[in-house]
């Protein structure tokens, strides 16, 4: 039987996981993360499971090693909150790549559109009977300029939905597809050119406040940024004084660098304690929504079969095609190519 220490776990985790859970494995669902000060929770376990919150830095990797796990299993794309260059060679590490792009990038052009045909405002004008149109005046998507920032499966998907509304889009990657039709351009042309600026990288080293003072600077004024790839990716105390500044038109944010103590929490009721991000929900023109660009039951019914599959296939198998490592992460340099495992 493998046994799994869940943590993180939502509810909407367990409606997902419970029913497909055979009695190949034995689950422990724990709300807390995994962290220094959890990870003795793990102690027995073969595998723990975690999502983009749970910490997984060398000391946890030495915890979950100590105790004898043998398999990180992310139930999300994203890895940056593990350190795989610490984890090669002590513990393997799987994840879910794709479980549904679709659900990411409709979610983007949903903050999108939300924000600037001021829906938010509308919803809650009309719920007071409040019928007045002042200052709800949008703009046309038609003919406006969008930059992509990462063309993976996510980034891809939002292009062509931007297409779809006649819209100009421009492409940036450091890895750009060979022979596509995607118009790549620079990232500081990305900066330039767009009205529009959607991330879809991921967080590395490299990508980290990608968005600052000297990238806003460089933006049109007005620009929207919409990002629902990693809250890192966007320096939140320069957008906040890009905003103030007029620089940026609107911000679209589904994650936020400052998110794992309280993202998925309800706090109503509390004093928020992040002055940054209650000055940026202040914001009329600030959309913030919660990590839930994945949440829709297609991507949960895949996250669940997806991760219990890499965990009894590597577990039975010794391998996944899912793994990843640190050399996966450098393209092309993981001599395993996924047919084995990464060490
Ligand atoms: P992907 O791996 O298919 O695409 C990522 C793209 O970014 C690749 O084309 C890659 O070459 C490119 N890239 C790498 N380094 C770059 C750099 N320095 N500059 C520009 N581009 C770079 O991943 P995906 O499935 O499209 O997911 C994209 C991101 O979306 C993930 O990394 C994750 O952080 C985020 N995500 C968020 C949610 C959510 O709920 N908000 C859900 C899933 C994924």
């Known amino acids: 039987m493998i046994k799994v220490a869940f943590f993180d776990a939502k509810e909407y985790d367990t409606n997902s996981f419970t029913p497909k859970i055979t009695s190949e494995f034995k689950v422990k669902f724990y709300e807390t993360k995994l962290s220094a000060d959890t990870v003795q929770l793990a102690k027995g376990c073969d595998v ?5 919150n749970d910490i997984c830095d060398k000391d946890v990797i030495d915890g979950l090693v100590a105790n004898g796990v043998k398999l990180i299993a992310l139930r999300c794309a994203g890895y940056n909150n593990v350190d795989i260059e610490y984890a090669f060679g002590k513990i393997h ?6 479980y549904s792009p679709y659900a990411v990038a409709e979610h983007a052009m949903a903050l999108l559109l939300t924000s600037i045909r001021r829906i938010h405002k509308a919803f809650i004008r009309t719920r007071d009977f409040n019928f007045s149109l002042s200052g709800l005046t949008g703009f046309d998507l038609h003919g406006k300029t969008v930059g992509v920032v990462g063309t993976g499966k996510i980034g891809r998907i939002f292009m062509d939905i931007c ?4 819209m100009n889009v421009l492409g940036y990657d450091k890895f750009p597809i060979k022979d596509s039709d995607i118009n790549y351009v620079s990232l500081d042309e ?8 959607s ?9 980290t406040h ?3 003072a000297e990238s806003i600077a460089k933006m049109k004024k007005g620009v929207v940024l919409v990002n629902t ?7 939140s105390e320069a957008l906040l004084e890009g905003i103030k500044a007029r620089q940026i038109g609107a911000a679209c944010l589904d994650v936020y660098e400052e998110e794992a103590n309280v993202f998925f929490h309800d706090f109503s009721g509390h004093i928020v304690e992040d002055d940054v991000l209650a000055r940026l929900i202040s914001m009329p023109n600030v959309i913030v929504t919660s990590h839930q660009a994945f949440l829709t039951s297609d991507a949960l019914e895949n996250i669940a079969t997806t991760t ?34 990464c060490f």
């Open 48 to 52: 723990v499971c975690i999502f983009v």
């Open 93 to 98: 590490i799987v994840r879910v790549p794709a």
């Open 163 to 166: 297409k779809g509304f006649g």
């Open 190 to 197: 990305i900066w330039e050119k767009s009205d529009i600026i």
């Open 199 to 207: 991330l879809h990288c991921p967080l590395t080293d490299e990508t």
């Open 210 to 212: 990608m968005v600052n």
């Open 229 to 235: 790839s990693r809250g890192a990716l966007v320096d």
């Open 308 to 341: 219990l599959a890499n965990i009894k296939e590597f577990m039975e198998q010794g391998r996944s095609a899912n793994e990843v490592c640190y050399k996966c992460d450098k393209v092309g340099s993981c001599p395993q190519k996924h047919e084995g495992k």
